[in-house]
Nanobody, 122 residues
Framework: QVQLVESGGGLVQAGGSLRLSCAAS????????MGWYRQAPGEQRELVAT???????NYDDSVKGRFTISRDNAKNTMYLQMDSLKPEDTAVYYC????????????????WGQGTQVTVSS
């Protein structure tokens, strides 16, 4: 069974930093892309950052220059380093992965983590 498990959320003051981790486990044969989404109360889930299999990255304009997405391929783990945090970054952060799975025939499927709360106080 494939799982994505996030960790690293918490409460931090404005201007502080947090690092989120997302570990993928199970029978995974490759990773097409992984990303971080967030959802604030009453808001839609939005894409924060993506990292592709070749290592290229994309960021939402609201986090450019403050957040850094990275991945450790050997550990099937993705990270989100969040610096200069603002109260508006408060949300539940979700890990997302487009993974290559399938014991007999390979195919890609999208998986979600359970979410981790990030709260930034002013």
């Amino acid at each position: 069974q494939v799982q994505l498990v996030e960790s690293g959320g918490g409460l931090v003051q404005a201007g502080g930093s947090l690092r989120l981790s997302c570990a993928a486990s199970g029978r995974i044969f490759g990773i097409s892309s992984m990303g971080w989404y967030r959802q604030a109360p009453g808001e839609q889930r939005e894409l924060v950052a993506t990292i592709f299999s070749g290592g290229s990255t994309n960021y939402d304009d609201s986090v450019k220059g403050r957040f850094t997405i990275s991945r450790d391929n050997a550990k099937n783990t993705m990270y989100l380093q969040m610096d200069s945090l603002k109260p508006e970054d408060t949300a539940v952060y979700y890990c997302n992965g487009v993974l290559v799975v399938g014991d007999y025939r390979r195919y890609t499927a999208r998986y979600w983590g359970q979410g981790t709360q990030v709260t930034v106080s002013s």
